[in-house]
């Protein structure tokens, strides 16, 4: 066990984020904060402190418990931290299909024919034969 750990091996050694390099990420685009501050992914760690990670319209707060730099099994891992964050919000039905890419065709290409607009239709999920 370290004495120090910076903050984006511990995010990913708690799995916050599935790679280091997303977790550097998203502390350079100011979506995590440590102790109410924004933090660099440099950071340094200390025990007892409240790590919050922004996902969106949902952030997990989380409390150090233990430092730790090199991965754990899953199982384990829920160890390194105490969550306190809120149930991750449920979204409705149009707010998911939203969320969608939406399909993109090559420009000059035309209207879709019928097999090609099923074909789109099965990609999105809102056609059955």
Request: with cysteine.
């Amino acid at each position: 066990m370290a004495n120090t750990v910076r903050l984006d091996k511990w995010l990913q050694v708690a799995r916050a984020f599935k790679t280091r390099s997303q977790a550097t990420k998203a502390c350079t685009l100011s979506r995590v904060r440590v102790n109410g501050a924004v933090a660099k992914p440099h950071r340094n760690l200390a025990l007892e402190d409240k790590v919050e990670v922004e996902y969106g319209d949902w952030t997990r707060v989380l409390v150090v418990k233990e430092l730790r730099d090199k991965t754990l099994p899953k199982k384990e891992a829920a160890r390194v931290f105490e969550d306190l964050s809120p149930p991750r919000p449920k979204l409705d039905e149009l707010e998911r299909l939203m969320r969608r890419r939406p399909v993109l065709r090559e420009r000059g290409k035309g209207r879709p024919s019928k097999r090609e607009r099923r074909e789109l239709d099965r990609l999105r999920g809102e056609w059955e034969p």
